[in-house]
T-cell receptor, first 110, second 114 residues
Framework: QKEVEQNSGPLSVPEGAIASLNCTYS??????FFWYRQYSGKSPELIMF????GDKEDGRFTAQLNKASQYVSLLIRDSQPSDSATYLC??????????FGAGTRLAVHP | DTAVSQTPKYLVTQMGNDKSIKCEQN?????MYWYKQDSKKFLKIMFS???????INETVPNRFSPKSPDKAHLNLHINSLELGDSAVYFC?????????????FGPGTRLTVL
């Protein structure tokens, strides 16, 4: 069983819509959760992190965490073509390491 | 200024060769990592060093040997390269006491083994 699972996509949304990206994880003891954005041929870039159950908002991005359901999501409001990228969900493991999902490819079309 | 840098950016080599990838960070972070991203974009940790001390060594063939001469540098040496080693290798760093725990990634080294 994979430790962090994401739908590979592609998730296609029209410009201006809300993109919803989902992630589930297997380790109930995980404490920290991260969303990275990776453009094609580039390195991952941290865009959001969340520790507590509930929502955390930063600009157009909202991370949602439900530890009971072992579920993390990322909402992108007012999606722009520049948001088209692969979004990687990551969960903290021991020794400060991150365990990544395979990523969801998001395509925002004009 | 580049925060985490890696050299080379591209590396094409024959099977059986030995090669090294270098990484440097100027963020003053205590911890550095090597991650491997395969063709399916799956990013997996290989090693982690904290102040030159190895703290994470995932199930990686012993052909891979990390070396940290100081806390700003973490190099990766690979012996007897195999076709399956073809991937993008990312170096990353993070402070040991981070409010986010997030990692800063270098630009990656695309290794192609022929």
């Amino acid at each position: 069983q994979k430790e962090v699972e994401q739908n590979s996509g592609p998730l296609s949304v029209p410009e201006g819509a809300i993109a919803s990206l989902n992630c589930t994880y297997s380790d109930r003891g995980s404490q920290s959760f991260f969303w990275y954005r990776q453009y094609s041929g580039k390195s991952p870039e941290l865009i959001m992190f969340i520790y507590s159950n509930g929502d955390k908002e930063d600009g157009r991005f909202t991370a949602q965490l439900n530890k009971a359901s072992q579920y993390v999501s990322l909402l992108i409001r007012d999606s722009q073509p520049s948001d088209s990228a692969t979004y990687l969900c990551a969960v903290s493991g021991g020794y400060n390491k991150l365990i990544f999902g395979a990523g969801t490819r998001l395509a925002v079309h004009p | 200024d580049t925060a985490v840098s890696q050299t080379p950016k591209y590396l094409v080599t024959q099977m059986g060769n030995d090669k090294s990838i270098k990484c440097e960070q100027n963020l003053g972070h205590d911890t550095m990592y090597w991650y491997k991203q395969d063709s399916k974009k799956f990013l997996k940790i290989m090693f982690s060093y904290n102040n030159k001390e190895l703290i994470i060594n995932e199930t990686v063939p012993n052909r891979f040997s990390p070396k940290s001469p100081d806390k700003a540098h973490l190099n990766l040496h690979i012996n007897s390269l195999e076709l399956g080693d073809s991937a993008v290798y990312f170096c990353a760093s993070s402070p040991i006491k981070s409010t986010s725990g997030g990692k800063f990634f270098g630009p990656g080294t695309r290794l192609t083994v022929l």
